[in-house]
């Protein structure tokens, strides 16, 4: 069990057929209690459910602080200890770079980027007094390659900020044993992109993959609980890159 009585709290892991969930389940195999975080629409309380009945949802909105100061509150008071967080929470648009509008960027960098800030910030003061912790932060593929499959460019810079977030929290907090990585997802197959993706463009796309497939959630999710757990214990500050081989 990597994750043996660990407190991991998952941003976004509601959705039955997101990497979060998939996340979730993964943690809760490995010896973990789950806090599943996400909006109300998406019924986090109800994913907890499917864990089993030790996890716990809660509904929280990352682009407010005050909304996730208070969860990271109610998990310290339900379970004593936050030991994980993985910032999967995420919006994209597929837009041309003119077509962006305030509105659109602000939307796209508030879940992705304000909530990574947000969380991270809510859970750290518990991690430091604990002296040990482990974030996980969900970047994409895109921010890397410029421009995705799927999101527009504000999609990009906002993982490209989670990147950058993500590597300076890293060096600021390595002297209280809290490690934080970042994951970079190339295209999976989960609800954010379902219908996005026209079929006549699946060939050239699976061209760009020498695994030759999509990824599935699991893909991720196995990676994302290596970095959480004490496998990856000398790991801080590191992009592990989670696409088939898009990059090479
Ligand atoms: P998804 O749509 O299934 O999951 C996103 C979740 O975030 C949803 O449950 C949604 O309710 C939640 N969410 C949105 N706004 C929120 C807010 N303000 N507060 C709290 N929760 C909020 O999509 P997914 O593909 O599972 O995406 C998970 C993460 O992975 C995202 O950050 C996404 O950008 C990233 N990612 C996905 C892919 C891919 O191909 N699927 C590739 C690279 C990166």
Redesign the pocket.
């Known amino acids: 069990m990597l994750l043996k009585d660990k407190v991991a709290l998952i941003?976004?892991?509601?959705?039955p057929?997101?990497?979060?969930?998939?996340t979730a389940r993964m943690m809760a195999e490995q010896g973990a209690r789950i806090v599943i975080?996400?909006?109300a629409?998406?019924d986090p309380a109800g994913a907890a459910a499917r864990l089993g009945p030790q996890h716990i949802g809660v509904v929280?909105?990352?682009?407010?602080k005050a909304?996730c100061e208070l969860a990271a509150r109610t998990v310290l008071e339900t379970c004593g200890r936050i030991d994980v967080l993985v910032?999967?929470?995420?919006?994209?648009q597929p837009r041309k770079t003119v077509d962006i509008t305030g509105a659109d960027y602000d939307a796209v960098l508030?879940?992705?980027l304000r909530?990574t800030l947000y969380m991270s910030q809510a859970v750290l003061p518990a991690m430091r007094a604990q002296k040990g912790g482990a974030i996980v932060c969900?970047?994409?593929?895109?921010a890397q390659r410029g421009g995705?499959?799927?999101?527009g460019p504000h999609?990009s810079a906002?993982?490209a900020g989670v990147l950058g977030l993500a590597r300076a929290m890293a060096r600021e907090y390595g002297n209280d044993n809290v490690r934080i990585n970042c994951?970079?997802?190339?295209?999976?197959?989960?609800?954010?992109?379902k219908g996005l993706i026209p079929a006549d463009r699946m060939v050239g796309i699976l061209e760009q993959i020498p695994l030759n497939r999509?990824?599935g959630?699991d893909d991720?999710a196995g990676c994302v609980v290596f970095l959480a757990s004490d496998l990856a214990r000398y790991c801080t500050g590191v992009t592990l890159d989670v696409n088939g081989g898009m990059l090479i």
Do not use: H
């Not at 910032?87 to 994209?92: L, Y």
């Not at 995705?148 to 999101?151: E, H, N, Q, S, V």
């Open positions: 941003t976004g892991g509601a959705g057929n997101g990497l979060g969930f998939a975080l996400d909006l629409q998406a929280a909105d990352v682009t407010d909304s910032n999967n929470a995420g919006i994209t508030d879940v992705s909530g969900i970047s994409s593929v895109s995705g499959i799927l999101g999609y906002a993982k994951v970079t997802p190339g295209l999976i197959a989960t609800d954010i992109n999509i990824g959630p991720v």
